[in-house]
């Protein structure tokens, strides 16, 4: 879906009750007064925003200048992943240091069993969230997110002093908000402050005033003759034809340039350039706030977008590196954190704990991630097993034989991925093929079934809570459909 970017993005049709985050949620802060000397400390988190499209992640174009500068003063994590490809389970993980397994936040919005009602699945009220852990520390919490899932409703505004959510109005209308807000944040300080943007989540529009020079050549097309199980799953049979299309095009007998790669090819380019005016815009945030050396900044993405790498595009039912690998920095020069990479592997689940950290709190027994703030002090990075997950489910009030479960293992440099019920395996090295197009799986294969059994005794072992839910109203058809455009919803 591409478009030119207007002046002023339209505000969607969103149900009113599940954006009851339009106005700011006001909540009196009772946590108590914070150690004089704790950082203010800012999280930014961007939707869609793929690692390999990051110039301090490898990528050969400026995508990011601003975001650059301050990654080569701080610690940049080489290797960070998502617990999902979705941003529901994803942003809550970050929220709880919980894997969607444990929080049950594994959609976000849903049907209920009669199709009339969308629930939203919520964080659970029992699991303590990063806006509760901060005010309880003392510090005054805000929070702008750009996405109608990262909303009030879903349990994400809890603990923030200052909450609002747009249902995706862009970077222009963060900051125009953060704007509105910045006397009362400067003032306030320590604060903790979550930005998430929208941009470079489609429609992708064309930021023609950072326009790339990117052809069909420069697409992330996976070669003929490698690939996994999974693009032959029955049920995903637009996958499966693309993927043929694609052989046939880029093998010996080519058929002609598919139009869907064309398409992909101008939605890769304006992806590109939505990376750039994103990068201008947090640019502005960061002057308008004074973030300086005695701040602490955490920047990552909630998962990332895929361009035919595997034969689709978007963030669909799959786990591949294209989708779960994000970007990640910390940055904190006057806090002991040094310009340094990161080796071992990182996940969302590590941002509370991380946090917990700054601000002088010893860890949690929730907490399934650990601090990162060791390893940017230059402590090192120990071995440890990292686990992602996707769901599809036809209603969102009970798993049934028709959800669809996706589940994934990373003890690096091996990535194995299954299905629900141990079916469809693949596995691969991610040192040796960190784009995940050569499948090592092998039936029998010992190091396939160590990871397998080692992730399963892990769910059946960890902490999980009840799934919570909000039922905001019965949608009608234009709301259905405005949500099931921006992919919140299913079919």
């Not at 879903?154 to 747009?166: E, K, V």
């Not at 946090?355 to 601090?371: F, H, K, N």
Request: hydrophobic fraction near 40%.
């Amino acid at each position: 879906m591409t478009g030119t970017a207007p002046q002023e993005p339209p505000e969607p049709g969103i149900p009113a009750a599940l954006l009851l985050t339009l106005c700011p949620v006001a909540l009196s802060s009772c946590g108590p007064k914070p150690p004089a000397d704790l950082p203010n400390v800012v999280l930014v988190c961007v939707d869609t925003l793929r690692a390999d499209r990051m110039p301090f992640h490898g990528c050969e174009l400026e995508t990011a200048p601003f975001l650059s500068s301050l990654a080569a003063r701080g610690a940049v994590v080489e290797r960070a992943f998502s617990t999902s490809s979705m941003t529901a389970p994803s942003v809550a993980s970050m929220f709880t240091s919980v894997y969607p397994f444990q929080h049950g936040v594994v959609t976000g919005y849903g049907w209920g069993t009669a199709r009339g009602e969308i629930i939203v699945n919520e964080i659970p009220a029992r699991i303590e969230t990063l806006g509760e852990l901060m005010r309880a520390r003392g510090y005054r919490t805000f929070a702008i997110t750009d996405n109608p899932v990262v909303s009030a409703p879903a349990g994400f505004a809890r603990g923030f002093d200052s909450y609002f959510n747009f249902p995706y109005r862009g970077a222009e209308a963060v900051n125009g908000k953060l704007a509105e807000w910045l006397d009362e944040i400067r003032s306030s300080e320590p604060y903790f402050l979550y930005l998430h943007f929208m941009d470079p989540h489609e429609p992708y529009f064309d930021r023609e005033e950072h326009a790339f020079e990117i052809a069909v050549e420069d697409l992330p097309l996976q070669p003929p003759g490698l690939g996994g199980s999974f693009l032959e799953d029955e049920r995903d049979s637009r996958r499966l034809r693309r993927r043929r299309h694609l052989r046939r095009w880029l093998g010996e007998d080519p058929e002609g340039e598919p139009a869907f790669v064309r398409e992909a090819a101008d939605n890769w380019r304006y992806y590109h350039s939505e990376i750039r005016y994103l990068d201008d815009h947090v640019r502005d945030a960061f002057g308008m706030l004074g973030v300086d050396d005695d701040d602490f900044v955490l920047f990552t993405a909630d998962h990332g977008e895929e361009f035919l790498d595997h034969g689709d595009v978007s963030h669909k039912f799959t786990l591949y590196p294209e989708l779960t690998r994000v970007p990640m920095f910390l940055f904190w020069p006057n806090g002991g954190v040094e310009p340094m990479r990161i080796g071992g592997v990182a996940s969302l689940i590590d941002v509370m704990p991380t946090l917990r950290e700054v601000v002088g709190l010893p860890p949690s027994a929730q907490d399934a991630g650990t601090s990162l703030l060791p390893f940017a002090r230059g402590a090192s990075v120990p071995d440890r097993m990292l686990l992602a997950m996707r769901t599809i489910e036809p209603s969102l009030e009970e798993i049934d034989e028709e959800t669809r479960e996706m589940a994934g293992v990373l003890t690096y440099p091996h990535f194995l991925t299954w299905l629900k019920g141990g079916r469809r395996f693949e596995l691969y090295d991610l040192e040796a093929d960190p784009k995940a197009w050569v499948d090592l799986y092998e039936e029998g294969s010992t190091r396939a079934r160590d990871m397998y059994d080692a992730a399963l005794r892990y769910m059946e072992e960890a902490r999980t809570w009840e799934r919570a839910y909000y039922v905001p109203e019965t949608a009608d058809q234009d709301k259905v459909d405005r949500l099931q455009e921006l992919g919140y919803l299913g079919e």
